[in-house]
C-alpha cells in the first residue's frame, strides 16, 4: 500500500510503492550548506532529512549532497547521509563557501559523471506531488521512457515557482489537453536555483555551464545569463511545480540590492545585447536574438 505523509504541510504526499525508476538517466546534487547558529542548524537539518526521504521514496535517483561547512560530528551522525551510497550516492565535503562556488562544486560534480541529466538543488527543495500536479515526481521516470533525442533542444529548465504569477493553475487552464498529454517547456530565463535541471554538457564535447565569479545578488540570473550567452536554451517545464519548506532562508532580497546585481550582469554581457530595463529588471530581447537565433521559443513533447 502506498504510505501518506502529512509532515509535507497542507498537501499530504503519497510515496508510490516502489519509487519511479528514472533509467540511469538522472543525478541529483543537493547544495547544503549549514549554518553556524545552532538553532538554524537544528531547521535546516530537518530540512534535509524531508527532502532526502522524498526523493529517496519517490525516485530511484542516487543523490549527491555537497556538504558544506558541516562539521565531522554532524556528519558522523547524520544517518540520511549514509544511505546515500547504497543507491550511488555520496557526500561531498566543501568548506564554508559562496552559494555560487557550493552550486559549481555541484556542477562539476555532475559533468564529471556518465548521466545524462543533474538535477541541482538546495536543501529545502522537492516538488509538488498530487493529482491536481500534472506530472509530479513521476516526470522524470516520463522522460525516461521517451526517446532520448525528443529533449534535444532542451539544455537547461526548472520548475514553475508558484510563488510567482501566472501560477500553475492559471497556465494548465489555458489548455489542459496539452499541458495532460505533453511535457511542455516554455522559454523562460527567470531561473529560481532552489531546483533545476541541466544537461551533461561534456558528454556531447559542449562547453561545461558554471555561474562566473560574482558577488552581490543575482546568482540565479547570472547562470542563466551564462549559458544563454554560449548557445544553451534555458526553459520552464509547465509539468512540475517548486516546493520549498517553509524554514529560514540565507538570504533577503531587496529591489535596490537586485537591481545592483543586474547592473553588474548587464555589463558583463553588453556586447551580447543585454541591456537593463525599467526599474530592477534586465532587457533581455537582444540578448536572446543574439544568442539563441533558430532556436524553438517552445518544445512539446507527447507523454509517453
Known amino acids: 500500500m502506498p504510505t501518506i505523509d502529512k509532515s509535507y504541510g497542507s498537501i499530504p504526499v503519497t510515496f508510490p510503492d516502489t519509487p519511479h525508476p528514472s533509467g540511469g538517466l538522472f543525478a541529483a546534487y543537493i547544495v547544503s550548506f549549514m549554518p553556524d547558529d545552532p538553532q538554524h542548524r537544528i531547521a535546516r537539518r530537518l530540512d534535509i532529512e524531508k527532502q532526502l526521504r522524498w526523493w529517496e521514496l519517490m525516485t530511484d535517483i542516487p543523490v549527491h549532497v555537497i556538504a558544506s561547512n558541516w562539521q565531522p560530528l554532524a556528519l558522523k551522525s547524520a ?26 562544486a555541484a556542477l562539476q560534480a555532475f559533468y564529471a559523471s556518465d ?43 526548472f520548475p514553475i515557482n508558484p510563488g510567482k504569477l501566472p501560477g ?35 558528454l556531447s564535447d559542449r562547453p561545461q555551464i558554471l555561474t562566473p565569479p560574482h558577488t552581490g545578488l543575482g546568482e540565479d540570473t547570472l547562470l542563466a545569463m551564462e549559458a ?10 509547465e509539468n512540475i511545480v517548486l516546493k520549498e519548506f517553509s524554514g529560514k532562508s540565507h538570504f533577503r532580497h531587496t529591489r535596490t540590492e537586485m537591481k545592483k546585481g543586474n547592473e553588474v ?25 543574439s544568442c539563441l537565433s533558430g532556436r524553438p521559443d517552445r518544445v512539446v513533447v507527447a507523454k509517453p
Open 168 to 202: 500553475q493553475n492559471t497556465i494548465w487552464s489555458a489548455d489542459p489537453v496539452l499541458y495532460r498529454d505533453n511535457h511542455v517547456f516554455s522559454g523562460n530565463h527567470d531561473l529560481k536555483g532552489s531546483i533545476f535541471i541541466v544537461r551533461n554538457f561534456r
Open 115 to 157: 548521466h545524462p541529466w543533474g538535477i541541482i538543488m538546495d536543501d529545502d527543495a522537492i516538488l509538488y506531488d498530487s493529482p491536481n500536479h500534472n506530472s509530479g515526481a513521476a516526470f522524470f521516470s516520463e522522460m525516461a521512457k521517451n526517446a532520448s533525442s525528443a529533449y534535444d533542444d532542451i539544455d537547461m529548465f
Open 265 to 289: 550582469i548587464a555589463t558583463k554581457y553588453a556586447v551580447q545585447g543585454l541591456r537593463m530595463g525599467s526599474e530592477h529588471l534586465l532587457d533581455r530581447r537582444d540578448f536572446l536574438r
Open 79 to 104: 544517518p540520511e547521509l549514509g544511505r546515500l551510497a547504497a543507491r550511488g550516492g555520496s557526500v561531498i565535503n566543501a568548506p564554508a563557501q559562496s552559494v555560487v562556488l557550493n552550486r559549481n
Open 228 to 237: 544563454v550567452s554560449k548557445g544553451c536554451t534555458v526553459y520552464r517545464c
